[in-house]
């Protein structure tokens, strides 16, 4: 590859690969009726089949997941939380938001995920839930936090939003969980036109909550925001302090504007069919890469995905070792001067992060060396499926030629 060639190459981070498909489906929506409608209920569906679910419901994000997830449970504000101290902010948000106590324990290098040993350690009187991501896609060992969960009697949220359709033991990672959250953000591995989320459940109970609490807390969410909400025999079924008052205006829960659009559903049952496709490129890339950096392992600590699990990663990690002859800035500096784009793995230790800082908390450990280590040195690139073989090779050429410098 020349020179002139490869000044054309940028290897993002992140994309959304959509087409004629797509782009079709939004159309028809935007030409019949945007309301909620017949799309989003085809999605809910699926989405839940895939974790395991009886059932979804598809909200504007992940993060409102997560939020919601928390409102189902209905917690006394102190309860305690364990989750990881590495983590995405809108997987801690909602803890801090419905002023319960985050206990937080590391992650296992190579992993970013919960170190399952310390979680049993962690584990209180008070402690209520646990919330647990599969950070960058990486899956946990579900079988011991499910087990964890059902000795303690305690509450399993699957954060699931960096990764779609895994499995532990060949089964659905929410068969493990009581609540699985995800993402359709545009990055993430299909998308909902650049946004979107689920949260699935078993309970039909939860399911009416979750909906009503998704639509301003309107009693008339039940009825489904395109037709039957607007049939007089559902409008006046109720008194307000003996007022005949109209459903579409009750609001029996304090609840939020967390609704999806139609439009984001249908875009995003296209990008479901494309799903097998984008696995297996993603499967693909990350073994490419993964094959690469084995050759530098005396400078990177590689990805370990959890045995007996099947995933798709969100991007491809990597954390530079205590002795390598760089630092991270010197390698992503040269890395961005070349248009390939990096991220660090998220929130490093959210403790130090500013929104974070002052947050009532409780440590399970007197240190954290691994979450410290991974703000440190760790930084992650592209490995989705919008990456075609050239560019795989332009960011294979020039990592070789960074650390050709330090034979």
Same mark, same amino acid.
């Given at each position: =590859? ?25 159309? /028809? ?19 839940? &089949? ?7 419901? =598809?909200?504007?994000?992940?993060? $409102? ?47 970013? %995920? ?29 079988? /011991? ?34 609540? $699985?959250?995800? $993402? ?13 989320? =689920? ?26 925001? &395109? ?5 007089? /025999? ?5 008194? %307000? ?41 993603? &499967? ?29 990663? %969100? ?35 959210? %403790?130090?992060?500013?929104?974070? &800082? ?50």
């Amino acid at each position: =590859m020349n020179k002139q060639a490869q000044s054309k190459i940028r290897v993002p981070y992140g994309h959304s690969c959509h087409g004629k498909e797509e782009i079709g489906a939004v159309v /028809k929506v935007l030409k019949n009726n945007t309301a909620l409608g017949d799309h989003t209920k085809e999605f809910e569906n699926k989405i839940a &089949k895939m974790f395991g679910k009886k059932y979804g419901v =598809m909200v504007n994000s992940g993060s $409102s997941a997560n939020l919601l997830a928390f409102e189902l449970l209905n917690l006394p504000e102190g309860s305690e939380v364990i989750t990881p101290i590495l983590t995405f902010a809108t997987t801690l948000a909602p803890i801090v938001q419905k002023r319960l106590v985050p206990v937080f324990v590391d992650v296992d290098e190579g992993a970013y %995920l919960v170190n399952i040993k310390q979680v049993e350690k962690a584990i209180t009187k008070k402690t209520k839930v646990l919330m647990i991501p599969s950070l960058m896609g990486n899956i946990p060992n579900m079988e /011991k936090l499910a087990k964890l969960s059902k000795k303690y009697k305690l509450w399993f949220i699957e954060d699931s939003c960096d990764t779609l359709g895994g499995k532990y033991n060949k089964k659905p990672t929410g068969v493990y969980s009581h609540i $699985s959250t995800t $993402s359709f953000y545009g990055s993430h591995v299909i998308n909902g036109a650049g946004g979107g989320g =689920m949260i699935c459940v078993n309970n039909p109970n939860w399911v009416d909550r979750l909906v009503v609490m998704r639509g301003w807390g309107r009693q008339s969410s039940l009825f489904g925001e &395109k037709t039957n909400s607007e049939l007089l /025999k559902n409008r006046f079924t109720q008194n %307000l302090a003996g007022i005949p008052y109209d459903n579409k205006f009750i609001f029996s829960e304090v609840g939020y504007n967390f609704l999806p659009l139609e439009l984001s559903s249908a875009f995003a049952l296209e990008q479901l069919k494309k799903f097998p496709a984008f696995k297996e490129i993603r &499967k693909r890339n990350f073994s490419e890469l993964y094959k690469f950096f084995s050759k530098y392992n005396k400078y990177f600590t590689l990805a370990a995905q959890t045995p007996q699990t099947e995933t798709v990663w %969100l991007a491809f990690p990597l954390t530079i070792r205590e002795n390598a002859p760089f630092t991270r800035l010197e390698l992503i500096t040269f890395l961005e001067k070349n248009n390939i784009q990096t991220r660090p793995i998220f929130t490093g230790n959210v %403790l130090k992060q500013p929104g974070f &800082k002052k947050i009532t908390h409780r440590l399970a450990q007197k240190n954290y060396p691994n979450a410290e280590r991974i703000m440190r040195n760790a930084l992650v690139v592209g490995c989705h499926q919008g990456l075609a073989p050239n560019q795989i090779a332009y960011l294979k050429t020039k990592f070789i030629e960074f650390l050709s410098n330090y034979k």
